[in-house]
């Protein structure tokens, strides 16, 4: 079962406008990751939020964790045609090793 | 560096056809994973490795195989393909730490299985 679920599924924005995105997860972790998938590339890593933390930035991308809530955000400002693209969170459950486990994706369109 | 590699791009196989796909990465990555990508599902973790010589089953295991021989390289085999292996199958690797570091992805293959 999927670890992370992002909400919305799909997302339209006009360009300039900030785009949010959500992530909520079932069991206790100890970082959560977002990664962005272009049209039939493979994913690249965006930023990695510590479960101790609660808000992390990296130019334009802002995200925020709520452990409580066991949610997390991604917002994207003044957005650009460029970041239409589908965005992954992934967390780090650390149930039975290593592994990393990806919700299903939020898919941003953003119009020029 | 090319960083992670997967061969092939694209591959059609029929019923009961058997077939590999490697994955190569040249980042001296301890830990690799195959995972497959089927539409509207995110990505799924096949199995996955921590080292040379090591492998362990992920959360959609069944029907793969897989070996880790060399650091670098890391193999997924489909013994008797079936139409439910119709996929987007990714590779990716990272380094050993706490915590893990971000997962490097190859470009993907594309499998069709009629």
């Known amino acids: 079962s999927q670890q992370g679920e992002e909400d919305p599924q799909a997302l339209s924005i006009q360009e300039g406008e900030n785009a949010t995105m959500n992530c909520s997860y079932k069991t206790s972790i100890n970082n959560l990751q977002w990664y962005r998938q272009n049209s039939g590339r493979g994913l690249v890593h965006l930023i990695l939020?510590?479960?101790?933390?609660r808000e992390k930035h990296s130019g334009r991308l802002r995200v925020t964790l709520d452990t409580s809530k066991k949610s997390s955000s991604l917002l994207i400002t003044a957005s650009r045609a460029a970041d239409t693209a589908s965005y992954f969170c992934?967390?780090?459950?650390?149930?039975?090793?290593?592994?990393?486990?990806f919700g299903a994706g939020t898919r941003l369109f953003v119009k020029a | 560096n090319a960083g992670v590699t997967q061969t092939p791009k694209f591959r059609v196989l029929k019923t009961g056809q058997s077939m590999t796909l490697l994955c190569a990465q040249d980042?001296?990555?301890?830990?690799m994973y195959w995972y497959r990508q089927d539409p509207g599902m995110g990505l799924r973790l096949i199995h996955y490795?921590?080292?040379?010589?090591?492998?362990a089953k992920g959360e959609v295991p069944d029907g793969y195989n897989v070996s880790r021989l060399k650091k670098q390289n890391f193999l997924l085999g489909l013994e008797s393909a079936a139409p439910s292996q119709t996929s987007v199958y990714f590779c990716?690797?990272?380094?050993?730490?706490?915590?893990?570091?971000?997962?490097?992805f190859g470009p993907g293959t594309r499998l069709t299985v009629t």
């Open positions: 490795s921590v080292g040379e010589g090591t492998t």
């Open positions: 939020i510590r479960s101790n933390e």
């Open positions: 980042m001296n990555h301890e830990y």
């Open positions: 990716a690797s990272n380094w050993l730490g706490e915590p893990p570091s971000e997962q490097y």
């Open positions: 992934a967390t780090d459950a650390r149930a039975g090793g290593f592994k990393t486990i």
